[in-house]
């Protein structure tokens, strides 16, 4: 559904089916909090207009259609970047806003919610609110991280942070297992602005856990212009199999290992390379074969992690399945204003698995319990396919969203987790 008549049937108000809509940004999230079977996707690409940007205090208005490639190129020459960047540059405002993403610095600038100035919601009651922490502030929390659940962001106005310049000063510090990686971690934490970990996870016997921490900064002289976006190589078709098999995947970390880590000097990285590796290769996903790709990011407590993390690993390996891109780095201390934020403090592990049917999604129940056994969460906006137990493991607080639930909206994903668990905060509030 175009967002123009999604737009005009809810300020009809009351017209609205219950569980009819949800918005639907650019399509990068891994699991079906972006989808909506019962219903229709209201397709927010064309509200995609930067509205206003203060090029003093870095407060850009836009619609929520936007991207965040269009927020840069519109920002860098004034000498602003988004304060959280996620892996992708291709995420809708809108989409950044509802599940609340994170980047590589999370540990100082927490996640994107915690940017957001205001937006506009409106609803199925007919009506558009503004919202910020003190103007209708529980529906703003709701909203932020609230997966689209809350209504229809309409626009939204965020502050960017001051940088030198789009580059970034990268530095690469091989570390041998997981022990060196926490040893090194909250050190790197503090003297960068991006820290994040790459882990060899086929890697065994005395070289298990190795991998590469990857550390940066903007560098003080470099390019203050966006330039084109577009990927400059791309998968062309569908493979009738996963190509990303074991082998391949061995020759590559080693590949991968031995060319990112060679360098033992800082070396100065475009922003792309760093921040959106993925974005390079045009349809990746591709590469997994026809029945694609599951996700599993978790994050662990400070106080378990270091045998959390290791038994996470190990159970990938026991169970023979390799990641293609593995993925660990540290959250901070910085809450987020919103109610279902998935970062806390801890640590955080991304694990790329092709699907391979059962063994599959045997494995990631098993990630599942390691990761709520030792007090931890699993990603809603990364998943496909968790159990109603885990998400209410992961986020006890799920009905104080479910109470402000806009009933025009639901996904997938809340259908299968929450609504499973009898919707117990949509009834309260209708009594």
């Not at 970047?81 to 610095?105: M, R, S, W």
């Amino acid at each position: 559904m175009p967002a123009g008549e999604a737009v005009a049937l809810l300020k009809r108000a009351g017209v609205a089916a219950p569980g009819s809509l949800l918005a639907y940004g650019n399509g990068r999230s891994y699991g079906d909090t972006c989808q909506n079977p019962a219903g229709s996707l209201v397709d927010m690409r064309g509200m995609n207009r930067i509205l206003s940007f203060d090029a003093a205090s870095g407060v850009l208005e836009a619609e929520a259609g936007v991207l965040l490639s269009d927020i840069i190129a519109h920002a860098a020459p004034h000498g602003f970047f988004p304060a959280v960047a996620p892996g992708t540059q291709f995420v809708t405002l809108g989409g950044a806003i509802a599940n609340d993403v994170h980047g590589k610095n999370h540990h100082r600038r927490g996640t994107f919610g915690c940017h957001v100035v205001s937006f506009t919601l409106l609803r199925s009651d007919g009506r558009s609110y503004k919202c910020s922490a003190s103007e209708n502030p529980r529906l703003f929390a709701a909203t932020i991280g609230g997966m689209g659940l809350t209504g229809l962001i309409l626009s939204a106005s965020v502050r960017l942070m001051p940088v030198p310049s789009l580059n970034v000063i990268e530095q690469v510090t091989r570390f041998r297992d997981l022990a060196e990686y926490f040893d090194l971690a909250e050190a790197a934490d503090g003297a960068n602005e991006y820290a994040v970990a790459w882990i060899d996870q086929l890697a065994g016997g005395s070289a298990t856990g190795r991998g590469l921490l990857l550390t940066g900064n903007h560098a003080e002289h470099g390019a203050r212009a966006a330039g084109a976006s577009g990927a400059r190589l791309g998968v062309p078709f569908q493979p009738p199999v996963n190509v990303l098999n074991r082998p391949f995947l061995k020759v590559f970390n080693a590949a991968y290992r031995w060319g990112k880590g060679r360098a033992a000097d800082p070396r100065r990285a475009p922003y792309r390379s760093f921040f959106f590796p993925l974005d390079g290769v045009r349809n990746w996903n591709r590469l997994y074969g026809p029945k694609g790709l599951f996700q599993h990011q978790s994050v662990i407590p400070e106080e378990t992690a270091r045998q959390a993390i290791p038994n996470l690993l190990a159970a990938a390996q026991d169970a023979g399945q390799g990641s293609f891109l593995t993925v660990l780095k540290r959250f901070g201390a910085q809450r987020s204003p919103g109610l279902l934020s998935f970062p806390r403090p801890g640590y955080t592990l991304t694990l790329d698995f092709p699907n391979r049917g059962p063994a599959t999604l045997a494995l990631l129940d098993r990630l599942d319990a390691i990761t709520v056994a030792a007090g931890g969460a699993v990603n809603p906006y990364k998943d496909a396919r968790m159990g109603a137990a885990t998400f209410e493991a992961s986020f006890p607080d799920w009905r104080r969203l479910e109470v402000l639930r806009d009933p025009a909206f639901v996904s997938g994903f809340w259908t299968r987790t929450a609504l499973a668990l009898g919707g117990w905060g949509r009834q309260q509030a209708a009594e």
